[in-house]
């Protein structure tokens, strides 16, 4: 099993570009999330999706769009991206929603917004 | 806004001394994780605890959480410099539907 891999693994934008994060699973997990982290605030968590077809808002979506259209992918959208939105992007997967379960995260996309 | 506020931010220390990481909210946890994050990768899931006042130990690492649920350590013994990365604490409220609240994170770096 590859687990979850994210690709690009960097990449720098000009402010207003748009761009897709892509992130895959391959353990069947139902449970997909978006985390930001930044300097001395952890992660934060933008979207997450309970499955296929359904997501939700997280702690900061602003700026953000997702889709979950198969179990295994769940892109994350850049609309205009802003130098706020410089960061290192993580997605996670669990095999379902309880934050007791573990959650896999991938190896991150750093992202510089100039 | 439910906060997990941990301490320090930052440690420094020799191989071979001991040292504890502090993970501390007012909101009551229905479980809380920690994980290891090594540079350039993604979080690795060390422990989960469930029960107030539970303590759980893997190898030289010894992780408890509170009896009242708002707190959690994670104490070192012997480190060594494998034992670095930055350190972080997790919990679920429970009527977050799932969702974790992370704390800021522990750098921690154990020269030889």
């Known amino acids: 099993n590859a687990g979850v891999t994210q690709t690009p693994k960097f990449q720098v934008l000009k402010t207003g570009q748009s761009m897709t994060l892509q992130c895959a699973q391959d353990m069947n997990h139902e449970y997909m999330s978006w985390y930001r982290q930044d300097p001395g605030m952890g992660l934060r968590l933008i979207h997450y999706s309970v499955g296929a077809g359904i997501t939700d808002q997280g702690e900061v979506p602003n700026g953000y769009n997702v889709s979950r259209s198969t179990t295994e992918d769940f892109p994350l959208r850049l609309l205009s991206a802003a130098p706020s939105q410089t960061s290192v992007y993580f997605c996670?997967?669990?095999?379902?929603?309880?934050?007791?379960?573990?959650?896999?995260f991938g190896p991150g996309t750093r992202l510089l917004v100039l | 806004t439910q906060l997990l506020e941990q301490s320090p931010q930052f440690l420094s220390i020799q191989e071979g001394e001991n040292l504890t990481v502090y993970c501390n909210s007012s909101?009551?946890?229905?479980?809380l994780q920690w994980y290891r994050q090594e540079p350039g990768e993604g979080p690795v899931l060390l422990v989960t605890?469930?029960?107030?006042?539970e303590v759980k130990k893997l190898k030289r690492l010894t992780f408890q959480f509170g009896d009242a649920r708002k707190d959690s350590s994670l104490h070192i013994t012997a480190a060594q410099p494998g034992d670095t990365g930055l350190y972080l604490c997790?919990?679920?409220?429970?009527?977050?539907?799932?969702?974790?609240?992370f704390g800021q994170g522990t750098e921690l770096s154990v020269k030889p």
């Open positions: 996670a997967s669990s095999p379902d929603l309880r934050g007791s379960e573990t959650q896999y």
């Open positions: 997790a919990g679920e409220t429970g009527n977050q539907g799932g969702k974790l609240i």
């Open positions: 909101s009551v946890f229905s479980s």
């Open positions: 605890v469930v029960t107030g006042g």
